[in-house]
C-alpha cells in the first residue's frame, strides 16, 4: 500500500500543480522520486505533528492541495485538536495519512498501535474516513480525496498487500461487493478483506456461499449498501483491524439499532471480530495480533460456518 | 516554481506608517477610541477579555493603521500582507480597530457576542470572511502563518505574513514547532508579535515560563528580535518600519505591554481577564480615555 501511495503521489504532482507533500520526518526512502521530481513541493516539517497539520491548514488556505504524512497513532492522536480545528472547523482540503494503520506496526510497540486512529477522525464533521483494503484502492481514492473540498484522512498499511479482489467501482462514500451469497454476510475495512475473502471462498467450496461487502470509506458510510446486503443475510460479521469502539463495529451496530425495522430487521444477528478493548503488550507480530483476534482465513470460516449453521433466534 | 497565475498589478498598498509627529498622534487618538469600543463592548455584552485586548491596542492600530499593505477593499488580493490574530480572546481589540479603519460598519459592533452574529467571542471565519484564520484554541496562528508563508513562497506571490501571539499562547508547544520551521526555512517575511502584557489567564507569564526572556527564546530557534514597549506607539511605529530585522531570518517583535493598557484601575489586574464592567466601570473607563465608542455618539 505504502509503494502504491507513493506512485499515486506522483502521479498526482504531474496532473495537480497545486499538491504538495508534507511529512512529519517519516517514510524513508519512500518519498525519493516524488522529492526529486517536486523538490520545492515536498516538505519535511521534522517530528512535529502539530506543526505538520497547521503548515498545511495555511497552504490549504493559499490554494495548495496538502497531503500530510506520518505515523497513523502519532497524527490522529498527538494532532488530534489541530485536526479539529485547523483543518475541520476552517474545512480545509487537506489529506492526511496514517501510514501503519490498525496492528501494522504491531511488533514496534504500544505507542505504533493505531487502534484509535479511524475513531477519531470520524468524530470531526465533515471529514471523510477512509480505510482502503489494499493497493488499488489508494490509487482509485487518492485522487478522489484530494479533489475534494474539505478534509479527509487515509489509513494505510504496510507494503505488499494484495488488490482487493472486486470488480466494483471504486468511490469515495461507496461500499464495494466482493462476494454475493446468502444467510452470512461478512463486512470488512482495511486489508483484512483478504483473509476474509479466503475464507469467504473455502465456504464456497464447501456449499455455502456467503457475501462479502467492504467498507473502504467510513465516514460519510454506505448505508444503502448495508441494507442491501442485511436484506438477504441472518447473520452480519464485522470484521476490522482496530480497536472495539468508533470503527467499523460500532458503525454497523448504530446502524442496526437505529434503521428502520423494514432496513434493519429484529432477525440480524452481528458478529463482531477484531482486536478488544485493550493494549496489546509482549511484543506480537501483527500475524499474531491477526491470529489473537481471529482474523485469520481458518479462524474466519470457521465463524462464518458457525454462523451459517445456526439458525436465528 | 509552480506556475501558479497571479494577475499582475496587484499588490495593494495601505497608507503606510506615518513618519510624523502629528501621524503619530493620528494614531494614539485612533488608539484610546478603540480602548473605548472595547470597553464599551464588553460591558454591552458582559462578557470579554478586557485585558488581553487593551494590552495590543496599541499594536493593531500601528498595523491596520499604517503597516500593512491592505485597505477594505483589497482584501482579496493575492498580494495583501496577511494577519493572524492569533490570541482570538482578545478580539473586541480587532473588531475595534477593524471598525476603525473602515473594515466594518460601527453599529456592526452591537452585534458582539449575539448568537448568529458576525462578531463572536472568538473570531470566526465562516461568520467574517475577512478574517485570514479563525481562532480560539492558542497556538495556531504562527504554524497557519508558516504554511501561508510558505505556499506565497512557492507561488511566487509578494506580502508578508504578520501573527500576533499573546505571551502566555508561547506556553505552547505548537508556538515552537513553528518557529523552528520558519527559521528553517528562512521566512524573512514572517513576522511575530508576541503581546507580552506579563499576565496570563490565572497566573504570570514570568512564573509559568522560565525566567529567560522571551526575545532570547525566539533568537535561539534562529529568529531575530526586538523588544519594545509596545504600548508606546512611537516605539512601535519605528520597530515597525524596520522590518526584516534582518534579511534571512524571520523577525519577532516582542511589545512589552501593560494588561489592561489605557485605563488606570484595568492595568496589571488579572481579575480583568474576565471581569465584564459594570455601567459605573464603564462610565469612568470612558471618562478616562476622555473619547466616545466608535459605535456611541457620547461617553
Redesign the interface.
Known sequence: MRRAFSEALIQLGRSD?RV?FLTGDLGYQVFDAFREEFP??Y?N??V?E??L????????????R?LIYSIASFLTGRAF??IR??LG??RLPVVVVGAGGGYSYAQSGVTHHAQEDLALMSLIPGLTVTCPGGPDEISALLPQLVRQDGPSYLRIGRFGEPPVPSSAPITVGRGRRVRSGERVAFLTTGSVVIPVTRAADGLAAEGRAVTVCHFHTLRPFDEALLAEVAAHAETLIVVEDHGLRGGLRDTVTRWLVTAPPHLAPNRLRMIGVGPGDTVILGNPTPDEVMRRCGITAEALTETGRSAWTARPG | ????PIPSGLTPSGTGLPATAAGIETLRRDARRARATCIQMAHDARHGHLKSALSCIDVLVALYGGFLNITPDTLCLPGRDRFLFSKGHAVTALYAVYALYGYLRPAELDDYCRTGGRLPDHPC?HALPLL???S??L??G???????????M??G?PGRVVALLSDGECNE??VW??A??AA?HGQNRLLAIIDYNGLQAVGRSAELMAPTEIAEKFQGFGWNARTIDGNDLEQVVETLAAVPFAPDRPSVLVARTRSGAGVSFMEDDLAWHYRAPSAEDLAKALAELGVAPLHREQP
Open positions: 500543480p504538495i520545492t513541493r516538505l516539517v521534522g512535529a502539530a506543526q497539520v497547521n503548515c498545511a491548514a495555511g497552504l490549504a488556505l493559499e490554494g495548495w496538502p485538536e489541530q480545528l485547523a472547523y476552517h | 516554481m509552480i506556475p501558479v471565519r485570514e484564520m479563525s480560539g484554541s497556538g495556531y504562527l504554524g497557519i502563518g508558516t504554511g501561508m508563508m510558505y505556499g506565497m512557492l507561488a506571490k508547544g505548537s514547532e513553528a523552528m520551521f528553517a
